[in-house]
């Protein structure tokens, strides 16, 4: 069984959980504390970051981007219609444009700064109180992500087109640690919401929903699959 | 002709258009400055960065490692041995791993304090000097990750194995942006610095070894072949 090294809040991390749980993919899941700096860790990943996926054959893939490339290219290819990156080349530009823009500009922008501050900071040194100008920050930033994904889905069937593709799982992925924090504003654009709502009753989310940190209870809408 | 939309000093851009030189596709190149946020630009990705590729077809390919791709699979995947991502699978993974590795690590810890404060700060307000706090972290980052690349190419003949790569590309356009900027430090390893002259010498180069900034001398070494 291939292993997921990963943090139950790192947004990039859940982004390859719903890939692998929507292709029906087990994987033995590891959590890891990237602080922590475990040389058995940093050996898979000279970068240090979650998540690294180990194949059955030994590969080792770091990093979202590339886990999903490579889940493309050995469990994905013959999807056919199910493919969650799509064959044809404008749907491949959009769907990988749309995982960029989650996996690194909302992350710059918002889950870096809402986890590092309010999740990361628990157990790392030196610790200490979540700074709240930095969360307030986050949270104006992610008011214009929301914005753009009701614009997007109000054109569209998903994100990147009429059909599911990666760009919905990591969009997906980075608002729900956002919504757990409570800081997904979910009166900022109906049509994000009522995308939210259909990708979040998908099976492939119901892990994540399940999921309690210690000492951290989550949003209030977070496990609700209709608010 | 497909164009490329970059900026001369955007490392980003630098990789692309080795890629591009290197597979002989010529291309317009326009000059952007992300700053100015003009419309016309934004329209074509809405991220707003540079490099943005148009191809003949019409097709909108935004952000380097997007680029990569989408050139790897239109003019890259029959090209053999002269293939810049590799057709198997532990080297197309050690490749992604290590472009993502210039692209982002290396941009977050060096390219992007350096180019920002020593070149972009230069024509977008407000301006003003380089903050020299940020620059002497960058010089100092910069070390560890010579030290990297001496570490692989000291193993291997190129960075991500036997063969030349995207790798190659994405770090030694990182690189030389700051060697013109004066900041790469060849005295740190040996290594490092022979694996630079020997893909500073190709041809694709070139186009970027005769490029001066308006104001901004190179460093003293920029454009020698063996230095």
């Known amino acids: 069984m291939p292993t997921l090294y990963?943090?139950?809040?790192?947004?990039?991390?859940?982004?390859?959980?719903?890939?692998?749980?929507?292709?029906?993919?087990?994987?033995?899941?590891?959590?890891?504390?990237v602080s922590d700096r475990r040389p058995e860790f940093l050996a898979l990943d000279a970068a240090g970051r979650t998540p690294v996926f180990v194949d059955d054959n030994g590969l080792v893939a770091p990093g979202a981007n590339l886990i999903a490339e490579y889940i493309d290219e050995t469990y994905g290819a013959e999807r056919g219609?199910?493919?969650?990156?799509?064959?044809?080349?404008?749907a491949r530009i959009e769907t990988r444009r749309l995982v960029d823009w989650f996996n690194v500009k909302f992350f710059d922008e918002v889950t870096n700064w809402l986890i590092t501050e309010k999740v990361y900071k628990r157990f790392a040194p030196p610790g200490g109180a979540p700074d709240m100008d930095v969360v307030r920050v986050a949270r104006a930033n992610i008011r214009h992500h929301m914005r753009y994904i009701g614009y997007l889905?109000?054109?569209?069937?998903?994100?990147?087109?009429?059909?599911?593709?990666?760009?919905?799982?990591?969009?997906?992925?980075?608002?729900?640690?956002?919504?757990?924090?409570?800081?997904?504003?979910?009166?900022?654009?109906?049509?994000?919401?009522?995308?939210?709502?259909?990708?979040?009753?998908?099976?492939?989310?119901?892990?994540?929903?399940s999921y309690r940190a210690?000492?951290?209870t989550p949003g209030r809408y977070y496990a609700e699959l209709d608010f």
Not at 81 to 90: G, S
Not at 185 to 195: F, G
Request: aromatic share 10%; net charge negative.
């Open 6 to 33: 990963h943090h139950p809040l790192c947004p990039h991390s859940r982004f390859v959980r719903l890939v692998l749980s929507e292709y029906g993919i087990d994987a033995t899941l590891i959590e890891e504390r």
């Open 81 to 90: 219609a199910q493919r969650l990156l799509p064959q044809e080349m404008a």
């Open 153 to 209: 889905t109000n054109a569209r069937n998903w994100l990147a087109g009429d059909r599911l593709t990666y760009a919905d799982f990591a969009a997906a992925a980075h608002i729900s640690c956002a919504d757990y924090l409570g800081d997904a504003p979910w009166d900022e654009d109906e049509a994000a919401k009522h995308w939210y709502q259909r990708i979040k009753s998908r099976p492939a989310f119901r892990p994540l929903l």
């Open 214 to 216: 210690p000492g951290l």
